[in-house]
């Protein structure tokens, strides 16, 4: 089993950035496929990232492509997403999540270990 936390979210204005970081503990991390996803008020969780094991292989989704970026330090046993020229509709949790093995996917359902979530709000 892995545990994960995640930190650095808040609010923020329109067109400015924040790292989003996600502590992993419990397992050797770098067996694992990580990501992150969202989930804003009323509407499903959705997919925003995500890295293989080894940090070579990244996804995006299409709303935030050339905005965020995924990176792993498995030495220190962390993922981060950061995120610039950030928009009011990016306002949600955020949430940090694992897989078992080298391969990452963007279904939310094929993650089993997930943490509590870290708020951003992006005002106008």
């Known amino acids: 089993q892995v545990q994960l936390v995640e930190s650095g979210g808040g609010l923020v204005q329109a067109g400015g950035s924040l790292r989003l970081s996600c502590a992993a503990s419990?397992?050797?991390?770098?067996?694992?496929?990580m990501g992150w996803f969202r989930q804003a008020p009323g509407k499903e969780r959705e997919f925003v990232a995500v890295?293989?094991?080894?940090?070579?292989?990244?996804s995006y989704a299409d709303s935030v492509k050339g905005r965020f970026t995924i990176s792993r330090d498995n030495p220190r046993n962390t993922v981060y997403l950061k995120m610039n020229s950030l928009k009011p509709e990016d306002t949600a949790v955020y949430y940090c999540?694992?897989?078992?093995?080298?391969?990452?996917?963007?279904?939310?359902?094929?993650?089993?270990?997930w943490g509590h979530g870290t708020q951003v709000t992006v005002s106008s």
């Open positions: 890295m293989d094991w080894s940090g070579r292989s990244t």
């Open positions: 999540a694992a897989r078992s093995g080298p391969s990452y996917s963007d279904d939310g359902n094929r993650y089993p270990y």
């Open positions: 419990g397992r050797t991390f770098s067996n694992y496929a």
